[in-house]
């Protein structure tokens, strides 16, 4: 038996498999899932996927209720990349808070940090609603029923000692609690999102509006379960406002499925970080804080080992 050309013909047939199986992932559909139409997170995910068709993979985002949705999806392998808010993720990959008993959700990965979302309760300028506290007995919108933004309210009224039923509760998308708030059949809306936000932005320029602060005892209180939280400020040049607002912030990640293969998390990584002026331009928020430099900044899970390639292929790992 000639064992020289046995071991010839294995070596060729395992080249040939790992140029057919290897590297070549062309054939993958990459979805990204996003958030409402009228957020943020659809327009900055849209621009992620046409930056991955660059490369050569078809890509789609599409559009979701937000954080909570996203998380979901990836585990019942319906998309395999999402922006999320960090503190949905932290719950998420580590199975506390809103997923306890349904996690912990290990197959959460990190491709990049993204930019802060702030908690921005609205109200009008003529409101009663000064304080958290202000939002017992009152008409508050919480966003989309699981959405990052719902998830983000749950805790914070957990942190001043409160409940849902201490308010009357709604639901919807940015714009519906928008035009509810501006008719007056809400007293105050949860929009945890970039500062500054288009759609608050315009409502600023139709009418006085105000936001309620988050004091430092909340902060602490929130803090000391959720250290994903961070003390931020709304200021009077972000919106038409008298003064600056104390709130709390959350990073949004662009998460990925840990089970996508190597290659194409760094192709994907590689084509971001190349054409990120394309991603930044979906928002201002994104523009001032979107880049390689704060790409680990308030990331608290494991980075995808393809994302981890080209960092330290970069030298920044």
Same mark, same amino acid.
């Given at each position: 038996?000639? =064992?020289?050309?046995?071991?010839?013909?294995?070596?060729?047939?395992?080249?040939?498999?790992?140029?057919?199986?290897? +590297?070549?992932?062309?054939?993958?559909?990459?979805?990204?899932?996003?958030?409402?139409?009228?957020?943020? *997170?659809?327009?900055?995910?849209?621009?992620?996927?046409? #930056?991955?068709?660059?490369?050569?993979? %078809?890509?789609?985002?599409?559009?979701?209720?937000?954080?909570?949705?996203?998380?979901?999806?990836?585990?019942?392998?319906?998309?395999?990349?999402?922006?999320?808010?960090?503190?949905?993720?932290?719950?998420?990959?580590?199975?506390?808070? !809103? $997923?306890?008993?349904?996690?912990?959700?290990?197959?959460?990965?990190?491709?990049?940090?993204?930019?802060?979302? =702030? &908690? +921005?309760?609205?109200?009008?300028?003529?409101? %009663?609603?000064?304080?958290?506290?202000?939002?017992?007995?009152?008409?508050?919108?919480?966003?989309?029923?699981?959405?990052?933004?719902?998830?983000?309210?749950?805790?914070?009224?957990?942190?001043?000692?409160?409940? $849902?039923?201490?308010?009357? #509760?709604?639901?919807?998308?940015?714009?519906?609690?928008?035009?509810?708030?501006? %008719?007056?059949?809400?007293? !105050?809306? *949860?929009? &945890?999102?970039?500062?500054?936000?288009?759609?608050?932005?315009?409502?600023?320029?139709?009418?006085?509006?105000?936001?309620? !602060?988050?004091?430092?005892?909340?902060?602490?209180?929130?803090?000391?379960?959720?250290?994903?939280?961070?003390?931020?400020?709304?200021?009077?040049?972000?919106?038409?406002?008298?003064?600056?607002?104390?709130?709390?912030?959350?990073?949004?990640?662009?998460?990925?499925?840990?089970?996508?293969?190597?290659?194409?998390?760094?192709?994907?990584?590689? !084509?971001? *970080?190349?054409? #990120?002026?394309?991603?930044?331009?979906?928002?201002?928020?994104?523009?001032?804080?979107?880049?390689?430099?704060?790409?680990?900044?308030?990331?608290?899970?494991?980075?995808?080992?393809?994302?981890?390639? $080209?960092?330290?292929?970069?030298?920044?790992?």
């Amino acid at each position: 038996m000639n =064992y020289k050309n046995i071991f010839l013909k294995v070596v060729v047939f395992l080249c040939f498999l790992s140029m057919s199986f290897g +590297q070549d992932y062309k054939d993958v559909f990459i979805s990204i899932g996003t958030g409402p139409i009228d957020g943020v *997170f659809y327009p900055a995910g849209t621009a992620i996927s046409e #930056i991955i068709k660059k490369v050569g993979y %078809n890509s789609s985002a599409c559009s979701t209720a937000g954080s909570g949705e996203n998380i979901d999806l990836i585990i019942d392998k319906k998309i395999e990349m999402a922006i999320a808010m960090s503190d949905t993720v932290y719950q998420a990959y580590y199975g506390v808070g !809103a $997923y306890k008993g349904k996690g912990p959700i290990k197959n959460l990965n990190c491709i990049t940090g993204l930019h802060p979302n =702030y &908690t +921005q309760i609205v109200t009008l300028r003529d409101s %009663n609603v000064k304080t958290f506290k202000d939002l017992k007995g009152k008409r508050i919108g919480i966003g989309i029923y699981n959405s990052g933004v719902e998830l983000n309210a749950r805790l914070l009224y957990e942190a001043h000692d409160m409940k $849902y039923s201490d308010s009357e #509760i709604s639901y919807g998308t940015p714009g519906e609690l928008i035009e509810q708030l501006k %008719n007056h059949i809400l007293d !105050a809306i *949860f929009l &945890t999102n970039t500062v500054p936000t288009d759609i608050i932005y315009n409502l600023s320029l139709e009418m006085p509006i105000n936001f309620v !602060a988050i004091e430092d005892e909340g902060i602490e209180k929130l803090r000391e379960k959720w250290p994903f939280f961070f003390k931020e400020k709304i200021t009077k040049e972000d919106y038409n406002i008298e003064k600056d607002i104390q709130t709390v912030a959350v990073q949004n990640l662009l998460l990925v499925d840990r089970n996508l293969p190597e290659g194409i998390v760094y192709d994907i990584t590689k !084509a971001f *970080f190349e054409n #990120i002026e394309e991603v930044r331009c979906s928002n201002l928020g994104i523009r001032r804080n979107v880049s390689i430099e704060n790409y680990d900044k308030n990331v608290d899970i494991p980075f995808h080992k393809g994302a981890l390639k $080209y960092y330290k292929d970069k030298g920044i790992r």
